[in-house]
């Protein structure tokens, strides 16, 4: 098969009233985000009756499949520039439509910690009244108030900070990273790759502050890394490989493994033990440095800080209940998958992989993402705010490399052109309904700064969101400090006597949902 840098043929040209079939498909997608949007008050699809959006499903991927059938136009995609444009495209929904905010507790605890080490600390000296100031994902443990999550993130943002960067502005650049890497993995699909993975999941997860685009970015290099040095059988770049690896682990740690194990499955088998020391000798410093850091906050190297909240193993639970509960959420996992990644991208996937299994031509990486999905199983959260099944990502890139080393069939290059059909649809949809929520979730700061509160004390009893609500134990957002002009406090920590008794001087104001209008009033 030619590889073709620049474009490809993403099928035949126009027959049997394919242009029509074209306008019926984006008219379909399009009405089915229109309804679920205003009629049914959310964009997912877990927001609908299940028979609605089970039916809705089941008409983009008929509709996808006949279109593969009829056959698309040629599509071209300039893949040299797709990194730049997925960078552009990404900067433009965070700053546009997410507002550079941190719309989670996740988002949230991880800009406190990069702030935290912006400021020569670990953690933070606890706030006055403990836990009642302190988010939710920030925990309050004795004398220190830190951030539950592992290191590298936040570490990665406090590194852009200090070079004058925007936080918002980091996982666009590294969208732009991840895109070209996937590029030069795909090695003769990579317009198949690219087309593809352009979808509303990459592109709004590369405008959030979620780790999900860093993690993914060292998965892949980790990848590249260690294929190069099984290439050119040089020890460099399988400690790079190792280094990158370390670096996912300091990040996520459950994706470090499951981007690692088929890889090291792969090399035990095959006796590789030179390339297997040089990797490890490349992982043990990021390792070390990740048992100190939890030394130096839990007193344990082996009890990550996700303890202090009392997770354990990041809701892992490997027992029958995990079990059930993690299936039924997976479930669901597939059709945000399949609304977020887009169908063809879904039915692509599965074609490649079956013709590469009959043709007996699995390599490691195209184990990443079934690794993923079973071991998710086991998982029995959602992920909360998310802009698709975000704890797929790190293995997202990984499924579009399933089309390198087999002829892709017409019908896979056709799928993969609709994918690029499907984002162009959705994108316009996603964007108008994400600004709503975000500027809703906002509503809380907003009135606060309207009426120049200073000096004031801020009991949150609801979240603010009437399309989707905002948990108000993710609205005590208080710094590094929490002595600011305004204090957001906690009403499931505490109530109004607590408060006038604690800040006895500042004026005590109430934030309160009723009618779905949310109000701040002051307190006599």
């Known amino acids: 098969m030619r590889d073709d840098a620049e474009h490809f043929q993403a099928s035949v040209p126009f027959r049997n009233g394919g242009l029509l079939f074209l306008g019926l498909f984006a008219g379909l997608t399009g009405g089915a985000f229109w309804a679920l949007s205003h009629v049914f008050q959310g964009m997912w699809v877990f927001f609908a009756p299940g028979p609605l959006a089970l039916a809705w499903i089941t008409l983009l991927i008929m509709a996808t499949g006949a279109a593969a059938w009829m056959g698309w136009p040629p599509v071209a995609v300039p893949t040299g520039g797709m990194a730049a444009l997925v960078g552009i495209l990404s900067a433009l929904t965070a700053f546009f439509i997410l507002h550079g905010f941190e719309n989670s507790a996740d988002e949230y605890a991880y800009v406190f910690q990069a702030r935290t080490f912006l400021a020569g600390r670990l953690w933070n000296p606890p706030p ?262 975000r704890y797929y990502f790190e293995a997202f890139p990984f499924m579009v490399l399933a089309f390198r080393g087999i002829e892709p069939s017409a019908a896979i290059k056709r799928l993969c052109g609709l994918n690029l059909i499907y984002t162009a649809v959705a994108l316009p949809f996603l964007a108008v309904f994400y600004e709503s929520i975000v500027d809703q979730r906002m509503d809380l700061y907003r009135q606060a700064r309207d009426l120049n509160l200073t000096n004031a004390v801020i009991l949150v009893k609801d979240g603010p969101g009437k399309i989707w609500k905002m948990e108000p134990d993710d609205m005590a957002r208080n710094g590094l400090t929490a002595d600011g002009p305004v204090l957001y406090a906690r009403a499931d920590k505490i109530d109004e006597q607590g408060l006038r008794h604690a800040f006895p001087t500042r004026e005590l104001w109430v934030y309160q949902c009723e009618d779905g209008e949310c109000r701040l009033r002051k307190e006599p």
Request: proline share 6%; aromatic share 14%; charged share 10%.
């Open 128 to 389: 006055v009244l403990g836990q009642a100031l302190a988010s939710d994902y920030t925990w309050v443990a004795g004398d220190k108030w830190v951030g539950q999550y592992p290191p590298g993130w936040p570490a990665i943002l406090a590194v852009a900070a200090w070079c004058g960067l925007s936080f918002w502005m980091v996982t666009p650049m590294l969208g732009c990273g991840l895109v070209a890497a996937v590029r030069h993995l795909a090695k003769g699909s990579q317009a198949l790759a690219v087309s593809a993975m352009a979808s509303p999941f990459l592109l709004f997860t590369g405008a959030s502050l979620h780790s999900h685009m860093a993690a993914a970015l060292l998965g892949i290099g980790a990848v590249a890394c260690l294929e190069k040095a099984l290439e050119k059988k040089h020890p460099g770049w399988a400690i790079a490989a190792g280094l990158a690896l370390g670096g996912l682990g300091l990040i996520r740690y459950d994706s470090a493994v499951l981007v690692g194990v088929p890889y090291a499955v792969s090399l035990l088998w095959r006796k590789r033990w030179r390339v297997c020391v040089q990797v490890t000798a490349g992982l043990a410093p990021c390792l070390i440095f990740l048992l100190w850091y939890h030394w130096r906050i839990t007193g344990n190297p082996l009890t990550p800080v996700y303890w202090l909240g009392g997770r354990h193993a990041d809701h892992l639970y490997f027992t029958w209940t995990g079990f059930t509960q993690g299936t039924e959420i997976s479930l669901w996992r597939w059709v945000e998958l399949i609304e977020w990644a887009g169908p063809g991208l879904v039915l692509a996937w599965g074609a490649a992989m079956v013709a590469k299994v009959r043709s007996r031509t699995l390599n490691p990486a195209d184990w990443v993402f079934p690794l993923f999905v079973l071991t998710f199983l086991f998982y029995p959260f959602d992920g909360a705010n998310r802009y698709g099944p």
